[in-house]
């Protein structure tokens, strides 16, 4: 497969003009304007941010593609699917809530905003995926099946079981129904290291399965009957007292995303931005942001994920650390996101990506100044 073109832009921009009309005109350079738009419905795949976080996107980007969009004639709207988790995007009345104060109103954005899975994570389409190892049928939100275009708009930054969240986390994870997200984090279930654990109890706010118990001592206890695997409780414990239970449960993790990824985007015309600043350790789903691992570096474009995400790894790992960031004084061989998340391997990720046909992993980066 030839290598794919990556548009790219820095966040520079001259007195008197605004980085939303840079943001336009890379849109507008990457050849997203040649899609056929007219009368088409488009589901724009973004993350609205959790309660408490602040690194999420800011809603303007989402209007410049609204604008391009419906320039063109089509219906666009901004989606995304509940999550397993407790917070505050679990169903789609408390999900609204949170877009909207996050300044993802339609008024604000210039359309609808959707959650893809409806009203408590059970509306998805039973989707085959071609050429899949892991998954079946994908279990994805209907309101993304429904459109004919999918764009996926992705803040690119760190993620404690993926390595990094990018394009291909935004379109399988974040596409998929409860159920489907279940699926994907079936592979592996973490386990207590009972010498770690100070009782704190943390992780059972987190737990919306009611898998944590605590004994005698009041160190934690994890019921594999309930759990689920979606790792929240990982990602909060402090103590390094919750670990991964299977080796290869992150490897698997990401080969199930990768092949919901290719459900999502087979068969019908896809265009994906990352953006590549504010570059928190954790996911946006976290309820706080950290100091970010790397300076910003700027914004992609492009019409294939895998070459996308490959290309944003790669700008994110010349990048010197952020001092006082969680990866200061790290060096993991120069991969910024393995120093934040040793168990992590978004290269795999990747390479399954590339095997099972989303995308290739060999690009060229054309820079807009």
């Given at each position: 497969?030839?290598?794919?073109?990556?548009?790219?832009?820095?966040?520079?921009?001259?007195?008197?003009?605004?980085?939303?009309?840079?943001?336009?005109?890379?849109?507008?350079?990457?050849?997203?304007?040649?899609?056929?738009?007219?009368?088409?419905?488009?589901?724009?795949?973004?993350?609205?941010?959790?309660?408490?976080?602040?690194?999420?996107?800011?809603?303007?980007?989402?209007?410049?593609?609204?604008?391009?969009?419906?320039?063109?004639?089509?219906?666009?709207?901004?989606?995304?699917?509940?999550?397993?988790?407790?917070?505050?995007?679990?169903?789609?009345?408390?999900?609204?809530?949170?877009?909207?104060?996050?300044?993802?109103?339609?008024?604000?954005?210039?359309?609808?905003?959707?959650?893809?899975?409806?009203?408590?994570?059970?509306?998805?389409?039973?989707?085959?995926?071609?050429?899949?190892?892991?998954?079946?049928?994908?279990?994805?939100?209907?309101?993304?099946?429904d459109a004919?275009?999918?764009?996926s708009?992705?803040?690119?930054?760190?993620?404690?079981?993926?390595?990094?969240?990018?394009?291909?986390?935004?379109?399988?994870?974040?596409?998929?129904?409860r159920?489907?997200?279940?699926?994907?984090?079936?592979?592996?279930?973490?386990?207590?290291?009972?010498?770690?654990?100070?009782?704190?109890?943390?992780?059972?706010?987190?737990?919306?399965?009611?898998?944590?118990?605590?004994?005698?001592?009041?160190?934690?206890?994890?019921?594999?009957?309930?759990?689920?695997?979606?790792?929240?409780?990982?990602?909060?414990?402090?103590y390094?007292?919750?670990?991964?239970?299977?080796?290869n449960?992150?490897?698997?993790?990401?080969?199930?995303?990768?092949?919901?990824?290719?459900?999502?985007?087979?068969?019908?015309?896809?265009?994906?931005?990352?953006?590549?600043?504010?570059?928190?350790?954790?996911?946006?789903?976290?309820?706080?942001?950290?100091?970010?691992?790397i300076?910003?570096?700027?914004?992609?474009?492009?019409f294939?994920?895998?070459?996308?995400?490959?290309?944003?790894?790669?700008?994110?790992?010349?990048?010197?650390?952020?001092?006082?960031?969680?990866?200061?004084?790290?060096?993991?061989?120069?991969?910024?996101?393995?120093?934040?998340?040793?168990?992590?391997?978004?290269?795999?990720?990747?390479?399954?990506?590339?095997e099972?046909?989303?995308?290739?992993?060999?690009?060229?980066?054309?820079?807009?100044?």
């Amino acid at each position: 497969m030839p290598a794919s073109t990556v548009h790219f832009t820095n966040f520079h921009v001259e007195v008197g003009h605004s980085l939303l009309e840079k943001f336009r005109r890379l849109l507008l350079r990457a050849g997203m304007d040649k899609i056929d738009f007219d009368n088409k419905y488009v589901a724009i795949k973004i993350h609205f941010g959790e309660e408490g976080n602040l690194a999420y996107l800011r809603p303007e980007y989402a209007r410049v593609l609204v604008d391009l969009i419906k320039e063109r004639g089509g219906k666009p709207f901004l989606t995304d699917s509940n999550t397993l988790y407790v917070g505050s995007r679990k169903n789609a009345l408390e999900h609204l809530d949170l877009a909207h104060r996050h300044g993802f109103h339609p008024f604000a954005v210039g359309c609808q905003v959707l959650i893809a899975d409806g009203l408590k994570g059970t509306d998805e389409v039973y989707v085959p995926v071609a050429d899949g190892q892991y998954v079946t049928e994908a279990k994805i939100g209907r309101a993304i099946m429904d459109a004919d275009i999918v764009i996926s708009l992705n803040h690119f930054k760190g993620h404690e079981s993926a390595g990094f969240g990018g394009a291909i986390k935004n379109l399988g994870m974040g596409s998929g129904s409860r159920a489907g997200k279940m699926e994907m984090h079936a592979a592996g279930k973490p386990q207590v290291e009972k010498e770690n654990c100070v009782g704190c109890r943390m992780c059972v706010r987190v737990c919306a399965q009611d898998a944590i118990s605590f004994d005698e001592k009041g160190r934690a206890d994890i019921s594999h009957d309930r759990c689920v695997g979606c790792g929240r409780c990982l990602g909060i414990c402090n103590y390094d007292a919750i670990c991964q239970g299977d080796d290869n449960s992150n490897e698997i993790l990401g080969r199930r995303m990768a092949e919901y990824a290719k459900a999502v985007v087979d068969g019908r015309p896809s265009f994906h931005i990352n953006m590549l600043q504010d570059v928190s350790p954790y996911c946006d789903c976290h309820p706080e942001n950290d100091i970010p691992i790397i300076p910003d570096v700027g914004m992609f474009a492009s019409f294939d994920p895998v070459a996308l995400d490959q290309a944003c790894a790669d700008a994110a790992n010349r990048q010197e650390p952020m001092r006082g960031s969680l990866i200061q004084g790290a060096d993991h061989r120069h991969d910024r996101f393995a120093s934040a998340h040793p168990d992590t391997d978004w290269a795999d990720t990747l390479a399954h990506c590339e095997e099972i046909g989303i995308g290739t992993r060999a690009y060229e980066i054309v820079e807009m100044k």
